[in-house]
């Protein structure tokens, strides 16, 4: 159904016309040809759509005769599509680390764009594949890990219970046999996913997973007003505080991420701009959930 009546409309339809609210927002303009070749209709069909659109929003495009296409009208409103800017930008560094395919996309022309990014491998969809299956199975396999931190044995078994995705990777969240505790895992270095067993643990004693905490930040009072006012804008605080809510255990990756784990004034405030008010509550928090999480798996397993 569209938002102006309650008509039903067949889907096939309704993505053509949200193809044409689409290309109206963020390139001003498409033709008939576009409709039709990404679609794969008649041009006869992409008129008929054309048409359907333009008397559910006739103030939103004008036909220009010169150009041969259809233009964005001053008065045009969103009709059929949420105008996300993330979404959008998010599509445009998708295609630049070469995760999705321009065609994939309704995108006519992109603008320039550098991502600047070390870019990684991709994921073998096979793996993925096989740590989906375990999560929704609630089961447990082995993997080929290569890690940098741990054991150089590359054999791990893990019970693998989320994804999550912190500055710029992807993470399995996992109850692991080896160490009988539960770990991430970066999605990026599992080399290998076997079969799937039934999990010896379960996932609901991840109690740093399980529990959340607030962080509040605020712009380091080392910077100068106007960069404090920077801040806060950008971050759209509140009196001067920004309250993140989020998973003790997934508050490592922010605090690394912007320096939150190093003592106050340790480095210039241009490499600390935001500080974490509250840095002792969430890092005793989280270990007191793990030791918690341990204690519970060790009663488990007796």
């Known amino acids: 159904m569209t938002k102006e009546t309650s008509e039903p409309v067949r889907w096939g339809v309704q993505r053509r016309l949200e193809f044409i609210d689409f290309r109206l ?5 498409f033709n008939r040809r576009d409709l039709a070749e990404t679609f794969g ?10 048409a359907q659109y333009t008397a559910l929003a006739p103030e939103n495009l004008v036909y220009d005769q010169t150009l041969k296409a259809y233009l964005r009208a001053p008065a045009y409103e969103p009709k059929l599509m949420h105008a996300s800017a993330e979404r959008y930008l998010l599509q445009l560094v998708a295609i630049e680390n070469r995760w999705m395919r321009h065609e994939d996309t309704w995108f006519d022309h992109t603008p320039p764009i550098e991502n600047v990014s070390l870019l990684r491998k991709r994921t073998d969809a096979r793996i993925l594949l096989h740590i989906l299956d375990a999560i929704n199975q609630r089961g447990q396999l082995e993997i080929q890990y290569r890690s940098i931190t741990g054991a150089p044995e590359p054999r791990r078994i893990i019970a693998p219970h989320a994804l999550f995705h912190a500055v710029g990777r992807w993470y399995v969240r996992a109850w692991s046999a080896e160490h009988s505790d539960f770990r991430d895992y970066n999605l990026f270095r599992i080399d290998r996913a076997g079969e799937i067993s039934e999990a010896e643990i379960d996932s609901a004693l991840d109690f740093e997973w399980i529990h959340e905490i607030d962080l509040i930040l605020a712009p380091n009072p080392a910077l100068s007003e106007s960069q404090q006012a920077a801040l806060r804008g950008e971050y759209g605080m509140t009196d001067g505080r920004l309250v993140v809510t989020m998973r003790l255990s997934q508050t490592f990756y922010l605090m690394t991420e912007h320096n939150f784990d190093v003592e106050p004034d340790a480095l210039p405030p241009g490499k600390q701009q935001l500080v974490l008010l509250n840095r002792d509550e969430v890092v005793n928090s989280r270990k007191t959930a793990r030791k918690l999480s341990i204690d519970a798996i060790e009663r488990a397993a007796r």
């Open 41 to 50: 209709i008649s041009a006869q069909q992409a008129s008929s759509d054309i």
């Open 25 to 29: 927002f963020w390139d001003g303009r």
